[in-house]
């Protein structure tokens, strides 16, 4: 293919449309729907820095434009620790599924700082739920409604009961959300929950609700009753929830299983090796002209580390940036310089220099023994 000729996919290309923000939103179930049964973002081609220069400077832009959004799309990449959770996660569903419905059902908490990819994998882990489910029973219950098996709500630092029910009707589109008292709310987000056969309900930020105030004990209730009534496993998930108080209820001690997300460890082989195979993994994705094997494993695996102290969330942002400002400024690689410039976060900005020192030292390394590399 002639370089000037590369043609990026169509607006209305379903792989390019089904990503748009403005037609996105996770808290309306066409929404997540869009969201769990979205292909994948078509990667762009490979074109190498010569091929670049050859190319006429409208196709050279709509082939950035594609490089960025592709990039805004990656998909994510399987790490230990995200496997380690999401079979967790599916111990906890599957042992309920076949569950009758006035049995309670399980629930789950996911803690984890803030960076490190929790409500990603758990919207992963939704995804692969509402997919799997409509592929073996179909789109339609036996009865003839619409098979909907999650709903996922969103927390507010201010959320009340009638609040988190509104919600739940707000994601089915319910026409009884305009008025109603928050029993009838509950009461309607039950028909719907069970019309529709839901499985999973996601209830993403939890950290902002204090569990140890009037309105955190009322919805810590609330959830007990959802629980006890809806045939459905709940998954929480923030970070602070124990000191928040989640558990303080002995009844929720009993039914939460806390589950957590660790960042990526360099004090061993046995955490520096899972760490290169990330970047490997990474740098494999990375459509930039200039790139090389190595590029983040070898070239830039300290810096890295040191740049976001293995939050994953950290990393794919400094990533992320460093591939745009290779693109743009036409690097085409990411360098040491070229990673200087990109900023970061405040916390991770914080911990760069304690981590720099120790890496300068020797006194911490990235990078696993050459002997693990090949075993690994």
Sequence with gaps: ?????????????????????????????????????????????????????????????????????FLANLRPIKTIQASQLVEDLTDILEAGL????????????????????????????????????????GRFTAAGHERWPVIRVGMMGDTTIKDFNWAMLEFFAHSGRNSGTANSFLSRALDCALSCESRLLLVDDLQFLRFRSIRGTELANQFKTIANEFPLMILFIGYGLEDKGLYDDPQLERRITPLALDPFTIDDDAGRT?????????EQRLVLADKHPGMLADDLSDHLYARCSGHIGSLMTLIKRG????????EERLTLELMTMVKLDRAAQERQAQWEALLAAGKKTSKPQRSTRRRA
């Excluded at 190498?48 to 959004?69: F, Q, Y």
């Excluded at 049995?103 to 739920?129: C, H, N, Q, Y």
């Excluded at 591939?323 to 036409?330: E, S, V």
């Design 1 to 69: 293919m002639i370089p000037s000729e590369v043609q990026a996919p169509l607006e209305d290309d379903p792989a390019w449309r089904s990503l748009a923000l403005d037609d996105l939103t996770l808290t309306r179930k066409e929404g997540f729907a869009a969201f769990a049964e979205a292909p994948d973002f078509p990667r762009p081609p490979d074109i190498t820095a010569h091929g670049l220069k050859a190319m006429k400077p409208e196709a050279k832009a709509e082939h950035d434009l594609w490089r960025r959004r």
């Design 98 to 137: 076949d569950q009758p419905n006035w049995e309670a059902k399980g629930m789950a908490a996911v803690d984890a700082f803030p960076g490190l990819g929790k409500t990603t994998i758990g919207l992963s882990f939704a995804k692969r739920v509402h997919n799997d489910l409509i592929r073996q029973h």
């Design 274 to 282: 899972p760490w290169r195979n990330f970047l490997l993994s990474l």
């Design 323 to 330: 591939c745009l400002r290779a693109i743009r400024t036409g």
